[in-house]
């Protein structure tokens, strides 16, 4: 049952990737080391549809998966960070709270 659950969940997210118009993922250095830390994912054509991946830890891994919605939840990840073929931001958007 949890295998199906899984898979059905997949299909879904691939489905909704699929179709979405233009997704924008950012990354950032909250740290300013010139490692991300941050990376931030945004489905301009949906409602509540950014999610972000954090390095809590500054240690070159993201820990968390967070959804930036009411209610958003947050999900422990083991993933790591870009390190090269990305182009860095300086400013954190204004209206993201991280912690």
Known sequence: MFRLTRSLI???ALALGACSRQSVVTYYDRNHDGVVD????DDPGYAHARWGLIDTHFDGRYGVLRVFAPGGKRFPVEVP???SGIQISKE???DI???
Do not use: C, G
């Open 10 to 12: 997949l299909v879904a």
């Open 92 to 94: 954190l958007p204004k």
């Open 81 to 83: 960070v870009p390190r």
């Open 97 to 99: 709270t991280i912690e």
């Open 38 to 41: 941050f990376e931030l994912h």
